[in-house]
C-alpha cells in the first residue's frame, strides 16, 4: 500500500528527519523533506503529498502553527504527527485541526510508523475522512492493532490523562452564526471523565450537537467517547445533506460503536437546531434532559443509553421563541451542564439581563 506514495516529512531534526526518510524510501515511498513549518508551506505549495508528517517542536514556525496553517490552505493533505511530546493539551489540540494519528517519540518500533501510514492511507482510498485517531477504532486490521491497543490501554489505564484529553477537546464556550448565539457552561467534579460537548454550524443554518458523559462508560468512556466524537463528524461530512433526523444520525453511530467492538453504552443527548424556522430536535440518549424557555420548563425522559438501542428514542421537537432556550442535563452526579441557544437581537432587547445566559450550579 505504502509503494509510490509521496510522504512529506516536516521535521527540524536531521538526523531523525534522515532515519524516518530511510524507512519511508525502503517501504516504496516517495519522499521529500523540510526542516520547519515556513519550509513546510513553501514545500505544500509546490505540491501536495499523499501524507504529511511532522513534529510540533520546531523553529521559525511551530508545527502547531504549521499543522493549523494546513488545516486552513490544504484540508485534503492527512496529517500524521510525530513529537517529543505526549502531553494531553498537545494532542487535544492537534486533534482539532485535524491530525490523523498522533505518535510519541522516539519510535520504539518504526512499524507503529508504518501501521500509522497504512490506516490513513487505506481510509483515504475508501474515502472514509477520519477525523482523528480515535476514528481508527472502527478498523480491525491487523496492521494497526498494535497502535489502537496502546491508544485504548493508555486511556483506560490513565484516568488523569483521559481527562485531559476530553476537556482539551471542548470547543470554545461561545460560538455564533448569523444572528444566533450558542453558550455552556459546566460544573463538575476534577475526580470523574468529564461531559463532552461537541456542536458544528452547517452551511445550511442548522447547528448540530451533542452532550455525551463519558463517566458513564466506565473505563472505556473516554475511547468511547472519542470514537463517537469521530463517527458523529463523519456522518455530518457524509449524510447530514441528505438525511435530517436524529434517528438516523444514531443509527449510523451506533452501527459504528457495534462495528468498533471496543465501545461501550454511554448517556447524553443529541440535537439539531434549525435557525431558519427555530426549530430544535433533541434526542435523550440515557440521560433525563430539561428545556427551559421563556414559555415555561420541559422535560425530557432519559431514554435508552447510546449503543443499546437509542437510535429507537423519541425525538423531541420544540419551536423556541426568539430568546432561545437553555438546555440541561440532570441526574449526572455532581456534573451540571447546560447549553444556551439564544437570537442575539433578543439579548439587546433584554439588555443581555442574566437569565438568558447558560448558568450552572451544584445540585
Known amino acids: 500500500m505504502l509503494e509510490g506514495k509521496e510522504v512529506l516529512i516536516v521535521e527540524d531534526d536531521p538526523v531523525f ?44 514556525l511551530t508545527g502547531m502553527e504549521f499543522v493549523e496553517e494546513v488545516s486552513l490552505q490544504y484540508p485534503m493533505v492527512p496529517v500524521i504527527v510525530i513529537s517529543g511530546t505526549g502531553e494531553m493539551a498537545d494532542v487535544a489540540n492537534a486533534l ?32 472514509a475522512e477520519y477525523s482523528d485517531f480515535s476514528s481508527q477504532l472502527l478498523q480491525h486490521d491487523t496492521a494497526v492493532d498494535d497502535e489502537l491497543k496502546w491508544h485504548i490501554e493508555e486511556l483506560e489505564s490513565n484516568p488523569e490523562i483521559a481527562r ?34 461537541d456542536y458544528t454550524w452547517l452551511m445550511d443554518g442548522r447547528l448540530a450537537f451533542y452532550l455525551l458523559d463519558a463517566e458513564s462508560g466506565g473505563r472505556r468512556g473516554a475511547a468511547t467517547v472519542l470514537l463517537i466524537r469521530a463517527l458523529f463528524n463523519d456522518y455530518l461530512r457524509k449524510r447530514m445533506a441528505f438525511e435530517n433526523d ?21 448517556r447524553g443527548l443529541f440535537g439539531i437546531f ?4 427555530r426549530n430544535l430536535s433533541v434526542i435523550s440518549v440515557g440521560s433525563e434532559a430539561m428545556l427551559k424557555t421563556s414559555e415555561g420548563e420541559r ?30 442535563l440532570s441526574k449526572i452526579g455532581t456534573t451540571n451542564f447546560s447549553v444556551t441557544i439564544q437570537r442575539l437581537e433578543a439579548m439587546k432587547d433584554a439588555g443581555d439581563h442574566p437569565v438568558i445566559k447558560a448558568k450552572t450550579r451544584f445540585q
Open 17 to 60: 528527519r534522515r532515519m524516518i526518510t530511510g524507512f519511508l524510501q525502503s517501504q516504496g515511498c516517495e519522499t521529500r523533506e523540510a526542516e520547519d513549518g515556513l519550509a513546510g508551506l513553501r514545500a505544500l505549495r509546490d505540491g501536495i503529498p499523499d501524507i504529511l508528517l511532522c513534529d510540533l517542536a520546531m523553529p521559525v
Open 96 to 127: 482539532r485541526h485535524g491530525v490523523k494519528d498522533f505518535l510519541v517519540k522516539p519510535l520504539d518500533n518504526i512499524m507503529v510508523l508504518k501501521a500509522a501510514l497504512m490506516s490513513v492511507l487505506k481510509a483515504q482510498d475508501n474515502s
Open 164 to 197: 485531559e484529553l476530553l476537556v482539551g477537546l471542548m470547543p470554545e464556550t461561545q460560538s455564533r452564526q448569523g444572528d444566533w448565539q450558542l453558550n455552556y457552561c459546566v460544573l463538575q467534579s476534577a475526580d470523574v471523565l468529564p461531559v463532552l460537548l
Open 246 to 266: 436524529l434517528n438516523s444520525m444514531l443509527a449510523a453511530i451506533e452501527q459504528g460503536m457495534q462495528q468498533s467492538g471496543y465501545a461501550v453504552p454511554v
Open 274 to 277: 434549525d435557525a431558519c424556522d
Open 299 to 328: 422535560t425530557m425522559a432519559a431514554g435508552e443509553y447510546l449503543g443499546q438501542g437509542a437510535r429507537k428514542n423519541p425525538v423531541s421537537e420544540h419551536i423556541l421563541p426568539p430568546s432561545g432556550a437553555r438546555l440541561s
